[in-house]
């Protein structure tokens, strides 16, 4: 009966500490980060010492180490801005803010991923339960777990830790798209 004891207050103790790492902290910016870029598509690798370097703590405890924060502390969890939502470790796009729904879940919950090959998902057994994590597609960093109690058209669950999520309002996007079109067709 002890042993038993001691793996529950183990296992209770561990989610604890887990859940105390990852306040929601600003995202990286391309300019802190080599690894961040909107423009490149291709996959980024690196060692978790260099993602250490140039990560903040709480993005790496989460991205790298598979933390998760504190429920209900995403700046995320309850925006209704619209636009698109990055990987804050690498830049690639992951959600739609269309996609994006209340839960209730303490987290920023989407229904669907912004395509296929946006995100990869793993068999996730730890701490006795089993679940589907959810990465970035582009530099394999942990985002969240999906579950299938979410609403149509999916009936999907991604929940997303914030600290690893950026976003641009649409309406910047669409500014810096047509200065671009201006500064490229010579007007």
């Known amino acids: 009966m002890r042993k038993i004891t001691a793996l529950l207050f183990t296992g209770v103790l561990a989610l604890m500490l887990q859940s105390c790492y990852g306040q929601s902290a600003p995202a990286q910016k391309e300019q802190e980060s080599p690894a961040y870029s909107r423009k490149d598509s291709g996959s980024v690798n ?3 010492e260099e993602w250490k370097k140039i990560l903040s703590p709480e993005v790496y405890e989460v991205a ?5 924060e504190r429920p209900f502390t ?3 969890e309850h925006s209704k801005d619209v636009g698109t939502f990055y990987c804050a470790v690498c830049g690639n796009a992951l959600f739609r803010s269309n996609a994006k729904y209340e839960s209730g879940c303490g987290w920023p919950s989407f229904f669907e991923p912004l395509s296929k090959t946006s995100i990869l998902e793993a068999a996730d ?3 006795g339960m089993r679940r589907t994590e ?3 597609g ?3 960093s942990h985002l969240g777990h999906v579950f299938e109690d979410g609403p149509p058209p999916t009936g999907l669950r991604y929940c997303i830790n914030g600290v690893v999520l ?6 910047t996007a669409e500014k810096k798209f047509n200065s671009k079109k201006k500064t490229d067709s010579g007007s």
């Open 64 to 68: 790298r180490l598979k933390g998760t």
């Open 166 to 171: 950026d976003f641009e309002k649409a309406k």
């Open 74 to 76: 995403s700046e995320f």
């Open 46 to 48: 690196k060692s978790n």
């Open 134 to 136: 959810v990465m970035c």
């Open 125 to 127: 057994n730890t701490l």
């Open 138 to 140: 582009k530099c394999k």
